[in-house]
């Protein structure tokens, strides 16, 4: 069964650095593109950015380019999210997603992690 | 640009069918969406995936009353025998390499 597993919820005050994870379970992990989705309340989901484990590379949705960073450590199957600098704007329920690709046109997120909840507030 | 579209709201009576739609950009009508449940101060849920040839296929424990389907540049989600639990927010999604996109969700109620 594929599970992704990530961080508890966590509250922050503005200008401080945070670092969320996913770790991924029961599926080939370094051959699964996994990416970051963000859904601030009230509101639609937002993807952020993906990265392929087995090599690192990393694609992000140029709204956040620069924002945040994603990395993977394949050792322990597990993704991140990091801020070096929060925001109150950064208060969102963040998910972490795998994507199963079949084809060039046939590329489907098809499991989810449960959402860590990031509260930035002075 | 890949792009996907959804109205924002349907309504449909318990019991009842409803079919929910999403547009595929011009340019990507031969691609792949997947739907996604997300209920109530949940997270969300992949129901299934419905390729451009019509054909679908569901995640674990989907009921048998959700169904997809494909015509053109739409997909479709059907949801028969509508039960109060069917009462959410769907989101569809496509993606190119890099590129993941969500439609922007419909929220559907059950009257």
């Known amino acids: 069964e594929v599970q992704l597993v990530q961080s508890g919820a966590e509250v922050k005050k503005p200008g401080e650095s945070l670092k969320i994870s996913c770790q991924g379970s029961?599926?080939?992990?370094?051959?699964?593109?996994i990416g970051w989705v963000r859904q601030v309340p009230g509101k639609g989901l937002e993807w952020m950015g993906i990265?392929?484990?087995?090599?690192?590379?990393?694609r992000y949705n140029p709204s956040f380019q620069g924002q945040v960073s994603i990395s993977v450590d394949t050792s322990s199957r597990t993704t991140y999210l990091q801020w070096t600098s929060l925001k109150t704007s950064d208060t969102a329920m963040y998910y972490c997603?795998?994507?199963?690709?079949?084809?060039?046109?046939?590329?489907?997120?098809?499991?989810w992690g449960q959402g860590t909840q990031v509260i930035v507030s002075s | 640009q890949l792009a996907l579209t959804q109205s924002p709201s349907a309504s449909a009576s318990l019991g009842a069918s409803v079919k929910l739609t999403c547009i595929v950009s011009?340019?990507?009508?031969?691609?792949?969406i997947a739907w996604h449940q997300q209920k109530s101060e949940k997270g969300p849920r992949f129901l299934m995936k419905?390729?451009?040839?019509?054909?679908?296929s569901k995640g674990d424990g989907v009921p048998y009353r959700f169904s997809g389907s494909s015509s053109g540049a739409e997909r479709y989600l059907t949801i028969s025998s509508l039960q109060s639990e069917d009462e959410a927010d769907y989101y569809c999604?496509?993606?190119?390499?890099?590129?993941?996109?969500f439609g922007g969700g419909t929220r559907l109620t059950v009257l």
């Open positions: 419905v390729n451009s040839d019509g054909s679908h």
């Open positions: 011009s340019g990507h009508t031969r691609y792949t």
């Open positions: 029961g599926y080939s992990f370094n051959t699964h593109w």
């Open positions: 997603a795998r994507r199963n690709d079949y084809n060039w046109n046939d590329q489907v997120v098809d499991s």
């Open positions: 990265i392929y484990p087995d090599d690192s590379d990393t």
């Open positions: 999604q496509t993606s190119e390499t890099g590129n993941v996109v």
